[in-house]
């Protein structure tokens, strides 16, 4: 399969923290206190990867799947010469192939899970609670639902289109309104524990959900 960050992955980096004025770095690591050393933790997209190196600071042993060579060999060359408790496992491959069930106290989907289309996203979700442990938790950061007035609704997701057809253009993403993620891991069975928002020009533009496996 043709890598589609091929050409925007060594810009990613530069246009999220530009774009989000550095919320969305903030957004990744807002569920990290919650990571224990020796647990298991999976990043389900490498993107930046701070999450994935500051859980691995913090004594994880930790995963990373992605299907983007070109994001993986970014990734690898930010971790070279630096040394872990746990090296960071690096796996290059479709998530939907990753079978792992059970295995994970924690599955990170970091800005992971709008690149999908709504059908494709569900199969998704399912996918990665079952690699979660029983008990295990669930971790999503992404743009937040809009709120508040008619007014802020509509700023809110012009905003959100405007990443959206960036990506759509430069790496083939899924055009689609913002995901309601809370409702989706409610549907699962999965219980939110809790939620972090980020604010930007006076609004919450993104957030990170808290929710366990029962």
């Known amino acids: 399969m043709r890598d589609r960050y091929s050409i925007i992955g060594p810009l990613y980096?530069?246009?999220?923290?530009l774009y989000s004025a550095g919320r969305i770095d903030r957004c990744k690591l807002a569920m990290h206190d919650r990571i224990r050393p020796d647990e298991t933790v999976l990043f389900a997209g490498v993107g930046q990867g701070i999450d994935a190196i500051a859980a691995a600071e913090r004594g994880a042993r930790v995963t990373v799947a992605d299907l983007s060579g070109s994001m993986l060999d970014i990734f690898s060359r930010r971790i070279s010469g630096r040394h872990f408790l746990y090296p960071i496992e690096a796996v290059h491959t479709d998530i939907l192939k990753y079978d792992e069930f059970g295995k994970f106290d924690m599955v990170f989907a970091n800005f992971f899970l709008n690149v999908f289309t709504r059908p494709m996203l569900m199969a998704v979700i399912e996918h990665l609670v079952k690699?979660?442990?029983p008990g295990g938790y669930m971790v999503v950061g992404d743009f937040a639902l809009p709120s508040g007035s008619a007014a802020?609704?509509?700023?809110?997701?012009?905003y959100w289109y405007i990443a959206d057809i960036f990506f759509v253009l430069t790496?083939?993403?899924a055009f689609h309104p913002v995901y309601d993620?809370?409702?989706m891991l409610k549907g699962l069975g999965l219980k939110i524990e809790r939620v972090r928002y980020f604010r930007l020009f006076f609004d919450d533009r993104y957030y990170s959900i808290l929710a366990k496996k029962d």
Do not use: E
């Not at 980096?13 to 923290?17: C, G, K, P, Q, R």
């Not at 802020?152 to 012009?158: C, E």
């Open 181 to 183: 993620y809370r409702t």
């Open 171 to 173: 790496a083939r993403n």
């Open 152 to 158: 802020a609704r509509a700023v809110q997701s012009l």
């Open 13 to 17: 980096d530069v246009v999220a923290t």
């Open 131 to 133: 690699l979660a442990k």
